[in-house]
């Protein structure tokens, strides 16, 4: 048996933090991530793939108050209608080609902005009609946004408190006082910064920032790796008007705003926070379960499954568990509402204790069976051998799954790698005897 090769860890984790204390618009978070790195035409092709042929978007440098940002313009090249509906908005998202987290982080950006107008005049987010905030443009703005996102790895984000302004705007609605109602709603649960003048957190902004981010606060302890500054229309002077992204990976350094989990969270480990979605569904076509189930995974769920229920009335259901982190909820959320037929969810936070994870590969048979190892405090607590290489193999040679996987288990044991066997968690490998 060859030694295993060393050990690979899961990809590493990218924190955004959100810099809205100066406000936040869509265009001024594009900017942001375009100055971040993300590429303006990856955002350019997401765009396209939801209003194609609609809009173009273009990147420049601009100073505000002083300070160096990049500005992204949205030239509208069609007619655009006086206003849009969410169900429209929410079919063209759904109908995209496009990644899925990218779909389901600008369906929870809507699906926000949604309920926000409902609360506003009193109607179901279903008889939404959106003005400036269903414009092309602001499709751009939310589309763009997440594909810079996505594009730039970002698996967490967190937005500071937020400037809304004050003073007055004029949009479709007639003369509306700042923050706008639909800011306001947007805003409940978020800290947000008194006084500025002017609208400074527009509706898409905030939506944006609300469902992107899973959480409110200072800069969090991250190792800063890239940072972007995104211009909005105006230049005042005394205080840029700018939005600001730091993305970096998270370190466990102090901040003041501390991730609270309870105290009774783990038997000794690392405990983390996550969310729990759950659904009860007894009219949707059971040929579409899977479907939902995939793309809840590729949307970044970390589990997603069923259960068979008997409902009210007697009739077989079933419900949908969604495991995620408190940053991806909004979004998987979103998912659950495009792709089943339910009509809400429940949302439940959890603390999951988790062993940490590293993968060695062993020698079956002259193929290769890599071993997902859990480990924690220096020693090993499981080591798995991954059933799709163990069946693979398997397959390959004509013979028993089971005599595999009975072999791979033995190559791990053989190469110290065995429950109670001393692990290194900085190398990631067998610790030396
Ligand atoms: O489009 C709609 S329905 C809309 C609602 C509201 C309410 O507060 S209600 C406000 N606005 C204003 O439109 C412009 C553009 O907003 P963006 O988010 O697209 O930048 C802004 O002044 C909003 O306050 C629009
Ligand atoms: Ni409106």
Redesign the pocket.
Known sequence: MTPPSPATSAPTPTLLWIDASAGI???MLLGALVDAGAALDDLQSAVDAVIPGSVRLAAHGVTRAGLRATKVEVEVLVDDPP?RTWTTIRDLLVAADLAEPVRARALAAFAR?AE??GR??GIPPED????????L??IA?VVGSCAGVEALGVTDAVVSPIALGSGT?????GV?P????????LSRGWDVLAGGRG?LA??????LATSLAGACGPLPALRPDRTGIGAGTRDTPGRANVVRVVLGTPTRGTTDAPVVVPADAGPGGTPERAVVLETNVDDLDPRVWPDVLERLLAAGAWDAWLTPIVMKKGRPAHTLHVLCGPEQATALGAVVLAHTSTLGLRVTSVVRDVLDRAWVAVEVDGGTVRVKVGHRAGRVVQATPEFGDVAALAADRGVPVRQVLAQAQAAATAAGVVQGAPWDPVDGGPAPA
Not at 128 to 135: K, L
Not at 178 to 185: D, I, Q, S, T
Not at 202 to 207: K, S
């Open positions: 618009a869509g265009d206003h902005l926000a107008e506003v005049h939404v009609h959106f003005h400036e905030v269903g414009a443009d602001a703005d705007v004029t949009a479709h609605h509306l700042v923050p706008a109602p639909a800011a306001l709603e609208e527009t509706p898409t902004g905030l939506a």
